[in-house]
Structures are given as C-alpha cells and as structure tokens.
C-alpha cells in the first residue's frame, strides 16, 4: 500500500471487523477502486474481479484509505501525473545515450602507425592490445610500442559532457518532486555534508508526508474511540530510519548519564 500512495497516488484496503474489533486488512487494486460521492455522501465502489457489471460498495469507515497529495480531498495525484515531463525527459536521454554507445561508439585508444599493415596483422596487434591492457586486472600495466607505433587515447566531446550533465540535471528535477535526495537516484557528487545529513533530509522532505498520512489514516479508521482516549495512537518509528555517526551517538549517551542523567547506564547500553 505504501508503494501505491506515489505510484497510483492512492492506496486501499478493505477493513474487516469481527465484534468491533479489526480482525485483517484487504489490500484493493487502486486501479479497481473508485471513491465516489452520491447525495453528498462518499462511498468506495470496488471492483475486485474485473468483471462485475456493478461494484461492491464500502462504506468510509470500512475502507483504509491512504491518498497522495491532491485537489478534491477525495483523490490524491500519483507523482508521475505531475512530473510527466521531467521523467519523459530523462527517459529520452537515456534511450538517445543508449542509442548513441549503440551507433556511434567511438573507441577508447587509438593504435596509430606510419608503416603498411595486413589485416592479418591489424587483428593480432588489436587482439594483443586488448590482451594485454583491457581488463581491471591489467590496469596500470606498462604498454611496450615498437615500429614507430602510437597509442592516443580518446577523451570525451563537449557535446558528450553536456549530454551527460544534462542527465543529471533530470535527476536532480525527479529529486525534487520526490523529495528524494539526487544521490539516492544515481546523481553524482554528494549534496549533504553527512550521510546522517541526507538520511534525515530523506526523512523529512521525502517521506514525512506519507508518514502523516499514514498514521492519521490509521489512528482514525483502525483504533476506537476507548482506545484513543486511553492514549493510544498510530506513529511510524522515524528513529529506525536514522543511523546517527558513532561519535554523535556516544556523546549523546555519555550527556545523558553523566552530571544529572536522565538515563541509567544500563538504558544507554540498551
């Protein structure tokens, strides 16, 4: 249901009672599912099996709905409808990458002499080459050229470079509709100083809001009314996702059990 919310940008779930209590969750097709409003009221019409002339209709209360962000409060938007575009873009230059490595390959070292060659001896000098210098086993390994021949290596055109940082650039346009940091999407170099930096910029800006509606959601349709007086409530455990430097952590827990602690030093061992 969480990968439905921004792919389909809703996801839902049949919730199934037995004596009050919610005894399972139904996953629905989102692309099966319809919420719909008659007479000012709002039911979700499902169709399980594809073939039914009519739906079987659920009542709100009965249906575990999770939406993206949209405009009716009904519906939520699935993330490709809105970036269309950038994605269509970095899909276009991938295929015209793909296509230029497929036709117009240049080749990496260029073998460069004076003296007339067979093709006999074209093919074993390239296989030679090859052999003795491709591979990273044979990295850094010391090229001996006889007969007057040259070895010129082949260095990227502007033109390539600037097909290359226009790829990243798409990246970085997807990372900002997702809210999900350019490194994590492939984009090279690095945007935070820390990975804890960029783990809790993933947190906050790219998963915070489907946390939100998630535990509304949840802490609305799924506990009663006894339980949520008593207290109890639907959080997602954003600390699991969180993985503080070492010496961070240790500082932390050496404050909290020294001077006036509010941890025991078994509780900071744990």
């Not at 970036?83 to 296509?99: D, K, N, P, T, V």
């Not at 960029?198 to 802490?219: I, K, M, P, R």
């Not at 959080?235 to 952590?249: I, Q, S, Y």
């Amino acid at each position: 249901m969480a990968g439905h919310v921004p792919s389909r940008g809703n996801a839902y779930a049949a919730i199934w009672r037995e004596r009050g209590t919610v005894s399972e969750l139904i996953p629905m097709d989102p692309d099966r599912t319809y919420p719909v409003r008659k007479d000012g009221k709002l039911w979700y019409v499902v169709y399980p099996f594809g073939h039914l002339k009519e739906g079987i209709r659920l009542k709100p209360e009965e249906v575990l709905h999770f939406r993206g962000w949209g405009f009716d409060g009904i519906c939520g938007y699935p993330v490709w409808a809105k970036a269309a575009e950038e994605i269509g873009l970095a899909r276009g230059q991938r295929r015209l990458e793909a296509s230029r490595n497929k036709n117009s390959g240049r080749p990496a070292m260029i073998l460069m002499t004076d003296a007339k060659l067979t093709d006999v001896a074209k093919d074993r000098l390239r296989n030679d080459w090859e052999r003795m210098h491709v591979g990273l086993d044979n990295a850094g390994k010391t090229a001996i050229l006889d007969n007057g021949l040259k070895a010129t290596a082949v260095s990227m055109t502007a033109e390539d470079l600037e097909q290359s940082g226009a790829a990243q650039m798409s990246i970085v346009a997807i990372s900002n509709y997702t809210g999900v940091p350019p490194s994590k999407l492939g984009a090279s170099g690095k945007n935070y100083a820390s990975q804890e930096q960029e783990d809790q910029a993933f947190v906050q800006d790219g998963l915070d809001f489907y946390f939100n509606v998630f535990e509304d959601e949840t802490g609305a349709k799924l506990l009663t009314d006894e339980e949520r007086a008593a207290g109890y409530e639907v959080k997602a455990n954003r600390e699991a996702l969180l993985r503080p430097a070492t010496k961070d952590k240790f500082e932390v827990l050496r404050v909290a059990t020294a001077g006036k602690p509010f941890m025991t030093q078994n509780e900071a061992r744990k």
